[in-house]
């Protein structure tokens, strides 16, 4: 059996025939500059309004800052959380890309604020002020950033899978993956709530991240987009219903993003 990966390119799709066994080992994107800026775009819409203020931001009840375009984890201490830490990554491809990066930020180890509270306290002092303005500058790489996130998601998801489970994923994603709103739907969601394959990211043994979204879209695709919406919606409200805490205030504004992807239309 074979199947298809489409890649996008700057002028017409290519479409790219890779065996199912090698799929766990080979997921490809490409997109135009237009396109991934208006990856960017949403994602930073999506996570902090857009708004250059929000590219730094400490969230209530948490024990760690956000940071950039896909609000990236870093955390402030050696011992982490059960939250996928993305942020000193992220820093790591900025620096791979020649970017210049500010001295503190390649010297810190972990975040250098003690809390939430510090944090604010700090928030327009010199240190944040230079992170603002690095993250404003890099929009378009922090979006690269997610792609690659998603090209070794993938195979990573298919490695943490059963064959039964493979056969769905690899048949989910290749629907997905025929039309650039597929593709940027999982793009956004495997930012948003992850790879659903770190097991510290479970309530009651439950995960709520792309595998699981995938595994519970139903056998039809008539519209796939708003299926994937309403299994993304089902996965938070599990993850809400098994929270050890109540996480119920953050539903409505989860909700209001997974369903704005039936509505994406991507030139």
């Avoid at 950033?145 to 195979?155: C, N």
Wanted: hydrophobic share 40%; proline share 5%; no cysteine.
């Amino acid at each position: 059996m074979r199947i298809f990966l489409l890649i996008f390119s700057l002028t017409a799709p290519l479409f790219i025939f890779v065996p199912m066994q090698l799929l766990a080992q080979q997921y490809s994107i490409i997109l135009s500059d237009t396109q991934i800026d208006k990856l960017a775009t949403l994602i930073w819409k999506n996570e902090g309004a857009g708004k250059k203020e929000y590219l730094t931001v400490w969230n209530k009840n948490e024990a760690f800052p956000s940071l950039g375009i896909g609000h990236f984890i870093w955390y402030p201490n050696q011992e982490k959380g059960p939250y996928v830490e993305q942020f000193p990554e992220l820093l790591k491809y900025l620096v791979d890309n020649n970017v210049s990066v500010p001295e503190w930020l390649l010297t810190a180890k972990n975040a250098p604020w003690h809390n939430r509270e510090d944090f604010y306290n700090h928030f327009d002092d010199t240190q944040l002020a230079e992170l603002r303005e690095l993250l404003a500058s890099t929009v378009s790489l922090q979006a690269a950033f997610i792609i690659k996130r998603l090209e070794k998601g993938i195979p990573d998801i298919l490695n943490a899978s059963s064959d039964q489970e493979k056969q769905i994923i690899n048949k989910r994603v290749t629907e997905m993956s025929e039309t650039p709103e597929g593709t940027f739907a999982l793009l956004d969601y495997i930012n948003f709530k992850g790879e659903g394959i770190a097991q510290k990211e479970r309530y009651q043994g439950k995960g709520w991240g792309l595998k699981q979204v995938l595994l519970n879209m139903p056998d039809q695709n008539t519209d796939l987009l708003l299926n994937f919406a309403i299994s993304a919606d089902q996965m938070l409200t599990r993850r809400v219903e098994n929270a050890p805490r109540d996480e119920s205030a953050w539903l409505k504004g989860w909700r209001a993003r997974v369903y704005q992807y039936p509505a994406l239309t991507i030139n």
